[in-house]
Nanobody, 117 residues
């Protein structure tokens, strides 16, 4: 079992920045990847950025050059630095992690990000 706790959401004006953090805990040996997804009202959940245990990253085209995903200072944490935020970035952001042993995916409870124009 993997528990994911997100923090850092909030309200910001267009052009501003926010930093999201996700911490994984529980009974697991390692995680293959940690990622951030988002879901806006009436839309499907989409991948925003992913960080694998091998150090590779993957971003949605819509956030490339504005968002940066990185390993946190504490083991099994991941941060998402979001710059130049746009109103279309408004969504609930979810942390996701894959257990390397069971290949099970786990989700956090979500954190709201609202960007005002």
């Amino acid at each position: 079992q993997v528990q994911l706790v997100e923090s850092g959401g909030g309200l910001v004006q267009a052009g501003g920045s926010l930093r999201l953090s996700c911490a994984a805990s529980g009974r697991f040996l390692s995680l293959n990847a940690m990622a951030w997804y988002r879901q806006a009202p009436g839309k499907a959940r989409e991948l925003v950025a992913m960080f694998t245990r091998w150090g590779s990253t993957n971003y949605a085209d819509s956030v490339k050059g504005r968002f940066t995903i990185s390993r946190g200072n504490v083991e099994n944490t991941v941060d998402l630095q979001m710059n130049s935020l746009k109103p279309e970035d408004t969504a609930v952001y979810y942390c996701n992690a894959e257990d390397a042993g069971t290949k099970t995916n786990y989700w956090g409870q979500g954190t709201q990000v609202t960007v005002s124009s």
